[in-house]
Nanobody, 126 residues
Framework: QVQRGATGGGLVQAGASLKLSCAVS????????LAWFRQAPGVEREFIAA????????YYADSVKGRFTISRDNAKNTVYLQMNSLKAEDTAVYYC???????????????????WGQGTQVTVSS
């Protein structure tokens, strides 16, 4: 088991904030691309944010840009997703994903990642 799955989800009102966490074991987060995806019922898994293994480059979906922030704590070997100004359309199950070793390839496709943990439900009421 490379990761224990995402935690920190919950039920919040629109405009609130949540911080999701994903503790990783078996891989050093500073050596792998990291990402968050989400999936709402009846919808394909959607890319949200990615952090290159170098730690210097981040990517965000247009739908969350300016509201969500992906980060990592190397000492805790944990990846985070800070979510601010949450909207009803952010309601979904959120997954963290770990990519390939020092990859410089694509980052927004599920196939770019080979380790997925259990998701955490985020529900935003309007």
């Amino acid at each position: 088991q490379v990761q224990r799955g995402a935690t920190g989800g919950g039920l919040v009102q629109a405009g609130a904030s949540l911080k999701l966490s994903c503790a990783v074991s078996g891989r050093t987060v500073s050596l792998y691309n990291l990402a968050w995806f989400r999936q709402a019922p009846g919808v394909e898994r959607e890319f949200i944010a990615a952090l290159r293994w170098s730690g210097e480059i981040t990517y965000y979906a247009d739908s969350v840009k300016g509201r969500f922030t992906i980060s990592r704590d190397n000492a805790k070997n944990t990846v985070y997703l800070q979510m601010n100004s949450l909207k009803a359309e952010d309601t979904a199950v959120y997954y963290c994903a770990i990519g390939r070793y020092k990859s410089s390839g694509t980052y927004s496709y599920p196939d770019d990642y080979d380790s997925w943990g259990q998701g955490t439900q985020v529900t935003v009421s309007s």
